[in-house]
């Protein structure tokens, strides 16, 4: 079965670069999530999208970006790169079952490893 | 507050035993789900199981069984039969009901286990 595909799976970036991560979706899926996951930490939501249109923010930095497109498949810009970025960015999609936000499974892809210099 | 905690860091189970990963949580919404990922030293995030808040049966998904115990707020993750491949680090996640948030997961801090052969 199609999975969610995150890309680059790695990255390596200085301080004050910019970066961008994509993520496609499963097919059919239509609401997408990006998470990140300091070293030793837990995911932390930082921002969804459904249908197209941005659906929920959490804890995303000013700095960071998002977007989802006409195809579904989403991109996480992130300007002036600080240490503390270094983390994985996880994306997610699920397919809402209607009204039921809460029982749709979310599919994390494979992450991105970011690392800043 | 915490909204998930996982009160066990590590864990360490044999071979072929089961083991009882413990979740509690804290919500005042009627309408919440609870989730289970494996997250192996590679990374990815692996769907384990869900338990919705309504349901009255405890979910089950192979050797992978939920204890969801609503009054008492707590979703252990049973896991019978141990495998080597088992070793992972388990989160417990929560996504609560609509309102303000359409659907992001908070999860807990972990808990690391090991299965000895």
């Known amino acids: 079965a199609a999975g969610v595909i995150q890309s680059p799976r790695h990255l390596i970036k200085e301080k004050r670069e910019t970066a961008t991560l994509k993520c496609y979706p499963i097919?059919?899926?239509?609401?997408v999530y990006w998470y990140q996951q300091g070293p030793g930490q837990d995911p932390q939501f930082l921002i969804s999208?459904?249908?197209?249109?941005?659906?929920d923010k959490g804890s995303i930095p000013d700095r960071f970006s998002a977007q989802q497109f006409s195809d579904y498949h989403s991109e996480l810009n992130m300007s002036s790169l600080e240490l503390g970025d270094s983390a994985l960015y996880f994306c997610?999609?699920?397919?809402?079952?209607?009204?039921?936000?809460?029982?749709?499974?979310?599919?994390f892809g494979p992450g991105t490893r970011l690392t800043v210099l | 507050a915490q909204k998930i905690t996982q009160t066990q860091p590590g864990m360490f189970v044999q071979e072929k035993e089961a083991v009882t990963l413990d979740c509690t949580y804290d919500?005042?919404?009627?309408?919440?789900?609870l989730f289970w990922y494996k997250q192996p030293s590679s990374g990815e995030m692996i769907f384990l199981i869900y338990?919705?808040?309504?349901?009255?049966q405890n979910a089950t998904e192979g050797r992978y069984s939920l204890n969801f115990q609503k009054a008492r707020k707590s979703a252990n993750l049973v896991i019978s039969a141990s495998q080597l491949g088992d070793s992972a680090m388990y989160f417990c996640?929560?996504?609560?009901?609509?309102?303000?948030?359409?659907?992001?997961?908070?999860f807990g801090q972990g808990t690391i286990l090991t299965v000895h052969p």
């Open positions: 997610a999609s699920s397919l809402v079952a209607g009204y039921s936000f809460f029982t749709d499974t979310q599919y």
């Open positions: 097919p059919r899926h239509d609401t």
């Open positions: 999208f459904y249908e197209k249109m941005q659906s």
């Open positions: 919500t005042s919404d009627q309408s919440y789900g």
């Open positions: 338990q919705g808040s309504y349901d009255e």
């Open positions: 996640a929560m996504r609560e009901g609509l309102g303000a948030s359409y659907g992001k997961l908070t």
